[in-house]
C-alpha cells in the first residue's frame, strides 16, 4: 500500500522550475594592467558615438581567464568580450540600450529630466533562459556639508522591449550636516544624518516551463542619526511588491 501511494504522489507531481541566482560582475581593479589604452580600445567596440570616460570593465564571476563585460553608459550598452591576444579585443555579443535610453529621456517628467542613467553590474533572472539589466536612474541632490543620491532601477531584457519591472528603489544615500559650529565638530560624536538603503531580491520558483519567476524584493535601509556613536546606528528590512514601492525607505526620497 505505501509502495502504491508513493507511485501515485509520484504521478501527480508538479515539476518545478527553480530560478538561478543573478549573475554578478566584479569590476575590474587596474584595467590599466590588461591594456594601457583599455577605454580608447573598447569605446571602438561599441555604438558611436561613445565616451570613453563613462565605462567599467568587469569579470563575470566564475567565467573564463580571458572573458570580460564592458558596461558603458553612453551609449548605454553591455558588451560581452575577450581578451584576443595581448593587443587585441573580442567582441562576443553586444546589447546596445540606446533606443531605450532614448525614450526614458523623452518620456521623463521634469523631476527625472536630469537623472543619469547607467547599467547596473549584474544580470537579472527573469524566466528561463532570459536575464535582464537593471537601467539606472540617478538623481542627485548637494546640501551645505552633506548630499544625497538615488537610484530607481527598470530591469530590461536583454534582446530589449519593455521593462519587466519600473521604477524599483535599488539603492540610496544621504547625508545632512548636524554641526554648525567649531565646539559642535570638537564634541560630538557624529555630525551628520546618514541613511543608506539598497535592494534585495529572491527569486521565487515556477512551476510552468516559461513562466516569469516571482521576483520578491526586499529594502534594507540604516540609519545613523547625529551625535550617536557609529554602534548605535539601526538597519531595517522591509518586503515590498512592485505596487507597493512606497514602502521601500528610500533615504526619503528625493526632494
Known amino acids: 500500500m505505501r509502495k502504491q501511494s508513493f507511485l501515485l504522489a509520484l504521478?501527480?507531481?508538479?515539476p518545478v522550475f527553480a530560478a538561478p541566482s543573478a549573475q554578478v560582475?566584479?569590476?575590474?581593479?587596474?584595467?590599466?594592467?590588461?591594456d594601457a589604452q583599455w577605454r580608447a580600445n573598447l569605446c571602438s567596440l561599441l555604438p558611436q558615438?561613445?565616451?570613453?570616460q563613462q565605462l567599467g570593465l568587469?569579470?563575470?564571476?566564475?567565467?573564463?581567464?580571458?572573458?570580460?563585460?564592458v558596461l558603458s553608459a553612453e551609449p548605454l550598452a553591455m558588451a560581452r568580450i575577450s581578451r584576443a591576444d595581448a593587443r587585441s579585443w573580442k567582441l562576443d555579443r553586444l546589447h546596445d540600450f540606446s533606443d531605450y535610453a532614448q525614450a526614458q529621456k523623452k518620456d521623463s517628467d521634469a523631476s527625472r529630466s536630469e537623472a543619469r542613467l547607467s547599467l547596473a553590474p549584474a544580470l537579472y533572472p527573469v524566466a528561463e533562459g532570459k536575464w535582464a539589466v537593471a537601467v539606472l536612474q540617478t538623481v542627485s541632490e548637494g546640501y551645505s556639508g552633506g548630499g544625497a543620491s538615488f537610484d530607481t532601477a527598470d530591469f530590461v531584457p536583454l534582446e530589449g522591449?519593455?521593462?519587466?519591472?519600473?521604477?524599483?528603489?535599488?539603492?540610496?544615500?544621504?547625508m545632512i550636516r548636524a554641526?554648525?559650529?567649531?565646539?559642535?565638530?570638537?564634541t560630538s560624536k557624529h555630525c551628520h544624518d546618514e541613511s543608506f538603503g539598497s535592494l534585495r531580491i529572491a527569486y521565487g520558483e515556477t512551476?510552468?516551463?516559461?513562466?516569469?519567476?516571482d521576483w520578491q524584493y526586499t529594502w534594507v535601509q540604516t540609519e545613523w542619526p547625529q551625535n550617536e556613536p557609529r554602534s548605535a546606528a539601526t538597519t531595517t528590512r522591509v518586503l515590498f511588491t512592485a505596487?507597493?514601492?512606497?514602502r521601500a525607505g528610500f533615504c526619503g526620497g528625493p526632494q
Do not use: L
Not at 504521478?11 to 508538479?14: D, E, I, L
Not at 560582475?25 to 590588461?34: L, N, T
Not at 568587469?58 to 563585460?69: C, D, E, I, M
Not at 512551476?207 to 516569469?212: D, E, H
Open 11 to 14: 504521478s501527480f507531481a508538479v
Open 25 to 34: 560582475f566584479d569590476a575590474v581593479k587596474k584595467p590599466e594592467s590588461i
Open 49 to 52: 558615438p561613445c565616451n570613453a
Open 58 to 69: 568587469y569579470r563575470p564571476r566564475g567565467a573564463a581567464p580571458n572573458n570580460y563585460v
Open 161 to 174: 522591449g519593455k521593462a519587466v519591472q519600473e521604477d524599483i528603489p535599488f539603492s540610496c544615500s544621504k
Open 179 to 186: 554641526c554648525f559650529s567649531e565646539k559642535e565638530y570638537k
Open 207 to 213: 512551476f510552468k516551463p516559461g513562466a516569469p519567476y
Open 243 to 246: 505596487k507597493t514601492t512606497e
